[in-house]
């Protein structure tokens, strides 16, 4: 995609009310493309490109796409027990092993947290049986209020992981579809499939622990703070000087599903739930190894980790 890409009404079959409207819209997307230009000119590991978000404002898009900050159950001691660092490859890429499952969209909906939990679940579940599935996000945005989350508002995947414990399983997505709006729970315990015994925390800030995890267990639930400029990311390895300061300011979950080096740099390779149509094929690369709030207690993008699971296949 160019920077000098069509207006995403254009682009994405969006349609406005009145002229108002439009000429709204294009200041915005206006202000997008020239920001776009403008980092892209820096020659910064990673480009920003136009995408559907583009004529979106800062507040609308954390209206629809971001939970709102929580209080994140970041660990100061976790209970992830260290592998052989001698076998931890120096890349890794869980696509590869075909455990990963395709990128969904969770729309205008804050429900990042389910997809994080959902992806964790089923590249363990795949992993484990060698069985493809899609787990319901819909079910977690309905039902885990409980477990202080907030469905469309946001939520947590450590909070999600122990309904699921607590409640006896989840469903498929065919069974309990996403809908993408807060419902009604109509959860039935006969339709769970996959059970969760138990889930493994990486402690604050120890990333040699989540890059032991990532490389020789399997996929990572990860949250962190979006800040306004990644929404436009297209490529590269992203990195900013720009977060919040603690476990607080968390206000997206996502994915880690492996990690390498691009020119010099080294990344995670995050899948995230804003469609395949964003950023790299629904993925991003977020720079490894640099503490890039400066005198912080915490990395950007790495605020609270959970990890591998103990889980049945009912």
């Known amino acids: 995609m160019t920077d000098a890409a069509p207006a995403p009404g254009c682009r994405?079959?969006?349609?406005?009310?009145?002229?108002?409207?439009?000429?709204?819209?294009?200041?915005i997307f206006s202000e997008s493309l020239e920001e776009v230009r403008s980092t892209n000119?820096?020659?910064?590991?990673?480009?920003?490109?136009?995408?559907?978000?583009?004529?979106?404002?800062w507040e609308e898009f954390q209206a629809t796409r971001l939970g709102a900050?929580?209080?994140?159950?970041?660990?100061l001691a976790g209970n992830h027990l260290m592998r052989d660092a001698a076998a931890l490859p120096e890349t890794k890429d869980w696509r590869e092993d075909g455990i990963v499952s395709p990128v969904k969209d969770q729309s205008h909906c804050g429900s990042c947290w389910t997809f994080s939990t959902t992806g964790a679940l089923e590249a363990a579940y795949t992993q484990a049986t060698g069985k493809n599935i899609s787990l319901s996000e819909q079910q977690l945005v309905d039902c885990a209020g409980g477990f202080n989350n907030f469905g469309c508002s946001g939520g947590l995947p450590s909070q999600a992981f122990e309904y699921i414990k607590y409640n006896g399983g989840i469903?498929?997505?065919?069974?309990?579809p996403y809908k993408g709006v807060n419902g009604v729970c109509h959860y039935k315990a006969e339709n769970a499939v996959v059970q969760v015994l138990d889930s493994v925390n990486i402690t604050l800030n120890a990333e040699d622990e989540l890059k032991n995890a990532v490389g020789l267990v399997r996929p990572v639930s990860v949250a962190f703070e979006v800040i306004n400029g990644f929404r436009q990311y297209k490529s590269g390895v992203y990195s900013s000087d720009h977060c919040g300061t603690t476990?607080?300011?968390?206000?997206?979950a996502v994915l880690a599903v492996g990690y390498g080096v691009e020119n010099g740099v080294p990344y995670w390779l995050i899948k995230n739930s804003w469609g395949a149509d964003w950023g790299d094929n629904?993925?991003?690369?977020?720079?490894?190894?640099?503490?890039?709030?400066?005198?912080?207690?915490?990395?950007?993008?790495f605020a609270c980790m959970s990890t591998t699971f103990y889980f049945r296949d009912k």
């Open 12 to 27: 994405y079959g969006k349609s406005y009310e009145s002229a108002a409207e439009v000429r709204r819209r294009f200041r």
């Open 41 to 57: 000119r820096k020659g910064l590991s990673y480009r920003l490109g136009i995408n559907r978000f583009s004529d979106m404002s």
């Open 69 to 75: 900050a929580q209080t994140c159950s970041a660990t």
């Open 171 to 176: 469903d498929t997505e065919e069974s309990y």
């Open 247 to 252: 476990p607080d300011d968390v206000n997206h």
């Open 282 to 301: 629904g993925y991003f690369k977020m720079e490894m190894g640099k503490n890039m709030c400066g005198d912080t207690a915490i990395y950007w993008g």
